[in-house]
C-alpha cells in the first residue's frame, strides 16, 4: 500500500459563489507536490484532476509503447528528460521510439494548468494493468526518482483529493 496524505484547505468567496482552493499538498512516498500559498479555483482544480485520471485511463492503451521505453534499466534522471522533452521541449516523442497511441503530456502526473503545482514536475506511466512509475524530482534533495506505484492507488490519491475540494 502506498504511503500518502493529502493535506487541503478550501474557503467560500465572501459572496458565496467560488469555492477556492488555498493549499493543497500531497505526500506521496516522501515526495511532496503542490502549494500553499497559491489560491485556485476549486472547478479548476477539479477538472484538472478529471483530466489527470482520465489520461492514466488512456495510458492502458499504450501500454506496450511504455514498457518497450520505460522496463529498461536505465536511470530516473534519463526518463525525466526523456519526458521533459517529449512534454515540453518536442511536443512529441522522439521518432526512434516509434509511434505511440497519446501524446506526451498524457504522461504528466501533476494537475495541470492550476497555480497550485506550477512549481513541480512529475509524470506517471502505467507499464501494467496494475503498476506504474512515477517519475519526479525531490525538491527535498534534488534527486530524481522513480518509483513503482500501484495503479490504483496513484489514483486513489487523487480521487481522495477531489473528494476533499468538493465537500
Same mark, same amino acid.
Given at each position: 500500500m502506498m504511503k500518502n496524505?493529502?493535506?487541503i484547505s478550501t474557503r467560500k468567496s465572501s459572496d458565496g459563489r467560488c469555492i477556492f482552493v488555498d493549499?493543497?499538498?500531497i505526500f506521496i512516498e516522501g515526495l511532496?507536490?503542490?502549494g500553499e500559498d497559491l489560491a485556485s479555483l476549486s472547478g479548476?482544480?477539479?477538472g484538472a484532476i478529471d483530466d489527470l485520471i482520465s489520461n492514466i485511463e488512456r495510458q492502458k492503451n499504450n501500454i506496450n509503447f511504455a514498457k518497450?521505453?520505460?522496463d529498461k534499466n536505465l536511470s530516473p534522471v534519463y526518463f525525466f528528460q526523456l519526458l521533459h522533452n517529449a512534454c515540453w521541449v518536442e511536443g512529441d516523442?522522439?521518432?526512434c521510439f516509434g509511434d505511440s497511441a497519446v501524446a506526451p503530456d498524457v504522461y504528466c502526473a501533476l494537475p495541470s494548468g492550476t497555480e497550485i503545482f506550477d512549481a513541480n514536475e !512529475?509524470?506517471?506511466v502505467v507499464v501494467s494493468s496494475v503498476e506504474g512509475i512515477l517519475f519526479a524530482k525531490n525538491n527535498a534533495d534534488n534527486d530524481f526518482v522513480a518509483l513503482r506505484i500501484n495503479v490504483f492507488d496513484y489514483v486513489r490519491v487523487w480521487e481522495q483529493?477531489? !473528494?476533499k475540494i468538493i465537500l
Open positions: 496524505h493529502i493535506d493549499r493543497m499538498l511532496i507536490f503542490g479548476l482544480m477539479v518497450n521505453i520505460f516523442w522522439p521518432k !512529475a509524470y506517471f483529493a477531489r !473528494a
